[in-house]
């Protein structure tokens, strides 16, 4: 069995001085046997400054790494005893599916990073032109604009099919529509966090919007994604006001790939049918790792969206970047201070993504994450049975894993994630669902031990009764 992380310290209880494994206890009738897992001394005092000291981001497990290499992270030598290796299964949020620290995007950095790294919009930047020729050739489409992070990509897109919808199709500014859909993710900036699913947190910060919403403006009912009926039912009532729906055609999220596909293809056909802009969101689910350089490109050859969306792995994850492409007649409606960034199409941004996209094709990454995936599908066949699973899907590089939680029997994601980090594999624990990602340059033999791994945490997080860190966020406290 593989043995709880160096970063964790393993502490008998002291009630009759035995020593057991995670493994054993799940058998064992003496619980009081078990060893607890707990953070180490400098692990727990920096989860304990970041809630001192900052605020806001997402709920990671507990784990803290300084170095990666592949599909490979290390933890800080001075928080785990020995430096311990760890499997990386979420590829940082999909921007390294080239891996960490890949050498051609390594070498392609330093290169530009000795000449120039920020040449901005107060000038012009001589790689920026050759840049933007090659991207629209392509990927088909007339032009080009820059921005920093997916967030502002999408705000910009939603920005230009506005201003189209007013100036080409004459809606009143203040009556166009932008349609997201339920359960898409689209990041949490004030001019995108309104396309996504309403919360209590986004009202009190006054950030509802009767222009960006993802449900019906007469019902409230939401978008459903999967649910075809529920856009089909909106746009026949309000298309004569809608700019754009901004969809991510595959999401991994607990859908089937035939519904996933056969859903975005209708969303695609409606927004035809309407006059109405389709905006591919890729900045996560793109640049390879669906094994489809863009995860549009599963719902058929003549599926063109009419803007595009990336960011993330485009760069693979060395700098961040983010670009939407569009054709003429939509992209002039945009002027000059109408967009930009300080940190926008910088030559340190292109090396970074002209160095990505190579390697994605001289190294056929595209191929490998469908070998991935179908590699995943063979070693976890036998989930379907596991009273734990619900369900795996996958998609390329990208799994999903529902967890069927039971608090009485203390199982949750979160529980089977802690186990997994303890084992030194680290991932994403949802409520109820484990998500994964990985690099398309991992290997056979390193798949196959995460899945020993998560496996292992599957079998035994039932048994373990004890506290697992993670398993409640720290924050909570």
Same mark, same amino acid.
């Given at each position: 069995m593989a043995m709880p992380s160096a970063s964790m310290v393993e502490v008998m209880h002291a009630t009759n001085g035995l020593s057991t494994d995670i493994c054993s206890a799940k058998s064992s009738p003496a619980r009081s046997q078990q060893k607890e897992i707990l953070l180490s001394q400098q692990a727990q005092r920096l989860l304990d400054l970041e809630a001192r000291y900052t605020v806001g981001g997402f709920t990671p497990l507990p784990g803290f790494f300084e170095r990666g290499l592949g599909s490979i992270l290390w933890a800080s030598v001075k928080q785990d005893v020995d430096g311990k290796e760890y499997l990386d299964f979420i590829c940082m949020f999909s921007s390294i599916n080239q891996g960490h620290c890949h050498p051609k995007i390594v070498a392609a950095v330093i290169e530009q990073v000795q000449k120039a790294y920020n040449i901005n919009t107060s000038t012009h930047n001589a790689k920026w032109p050759v840049f933007a020729e090659m991207m629209c050739k392509r990927f088909g489409y007339d032009q080009i604009s820059a921005m920093v992070t997916g967030a502002e990509a999408v705000?910009? =897109?939603? &920005?230009?099919?506005?201003?189209?919808?007013?100036?080409?199709?004459? $809606?009143?500014?203040?009556? $166009?529509?932008?349609?997201?859909?339920?359960?898409?993710?689209?990041?949490?900036?004030? *001019?995108?966090?309104?396309?996504?699913?309403?919360?209590?947190?986004?009202t009190e910060y006054g950030l509802d919007s009767n222009q960006h919403m993802n449900c019906n403006p007469t019902t409230s009912k939401p978008l459903r994604y999967g649910h075809l009926s529920d856009m089909e039912e909106c746009l026949q009532e309000h298309h004569g006001r809608v700019a754009a729906v901004i969809i991510e055609s595959i999401r991994n999220t607990g859908n089937t790939y035939e519904e996933e596909v056969n859903y975005a293809r209708g969303v695609?056909?409606?927004? &035809?049918?309407?006059?109405?802009? !389709?905006? =591919?969101?890729?900045?996560?689910?793109?640049?390879?790792?669906?094994?489809?350089? !863009?995860?549009?490109?599963?719902?058929?050859?003549?599926?063109?969206?009419?803007?595009?969306?990336? *960011?993330?792995? @485009?760069?693979?994850? =060395?700098?961040? #970047?983010? !670009?939407?492409?569009?054709?003429?007649?939509?992209?002039? $409606?945009?002027?000059?201070?109408?967009?930009?960034?300080?940190?926008?199409?910088?030559?340190?941004? @292109?090396?970074?993504?002209? /160095?990505?996209?190579?390697?994605?094709? %001289?190294?056929?990454?595209?191929?490998?994450?469908?070998?991935?995936?179908?590699?995943?599908?063979?070693?976890?066949?036998?989930?379907?049975?596991?009273?734990?699973?619900?369900?795996?899907?996958?998609?390329? /590089?990208?799994?999903? $894993?529902?967890?069927?939680?039971?608090? #009485?029997?203390?199982?949750? =994601?979160?529980?089977?994630?802690?186990?997994? +980090? /303890?084992?030194?594999?680290?991932?994403?624990? +949802? %409520?109820?669902?484990?998500?994964?990602?990985?690099?398309?340059?991992?290997?056979?033999?390193?798949?196959?031990?995460?899945?020993?791994?998560?496996?292992?945490?599957?079998?035994?997080?039932?048994?373990?009764?004890?506290?697992?860190? *993670? %398993?409640?966020?720290?924050? /909570?406290?």
């Open positions: 705000d910009l =897109a939603c &920005k230009i099919a506005r201003r189209y919808a007013h100036e080409v199709k004459g $809606v009143p500014s203040d009556r $166009v529509l932008v349609l997201g859909v339920s359960g898409n993710y689209h990041g949490l900036s004030g *001019g995108v966090w309104n396309l996504q699913d309403p919360s209590p947190a986004r695609y056909d409606l927004c &035809k049918k309407y006059s109405i802009l !389709f905006i =591919a969101d890729e900045v996560r689910m793109g640049s390879g790792k669906t094994g489809k350089f !863009f995860s549009f490109n599963h719902l058929g050859d003549d599926c063109r969206p009419d803007m595009l969306v990336i *960011g993330k792995s @485009i760069t693979g994850g =060395a700098y961040p #970047a983010s !670009f939407v492409l569009s054709d003429k007649h939509i992209m002039a $409606v945009l002027k000059p201070y109408e967009s930009g960034s300080t940190f926008a199409h910088t030559p340190l941004a @292109i090396a970074a993504a002209e /160095a990505a996209i190579r390697a994605i094709d %001289e190294e056929d990454m595209i191929q490998r994450a469908q070998d991935l995936g179908n590699k995943f599908k063979e070693l976890t066949q036998h989930w379907k049975r596991h009273r734990h699973v619900g369900s795996v899907e996958v998609r390329g /590089a990208d799994f999903s $894993v529902k967890i069927n939680e039971d608090a #009485a029997a203390s199982v949750t =994601a979160r529980r089977v994630g802690g186990l997994c +980090l /303890a084992k030194g594999l680290l991932l994403y624990a +949802l %409520e109820g669902r484990l998500r994964m990602s990985v690099s398309m340059v991992m290997t056979d033999a390193q798949l196959e031990k995460g899945v020993k791994i998560i496996e292992e945490a599957l079998d035994e997080v039932s048994g373990y009764k004890g506290v697992i860190p *993670g %398993e409640v966020w720290h924050g /909570a406290h």
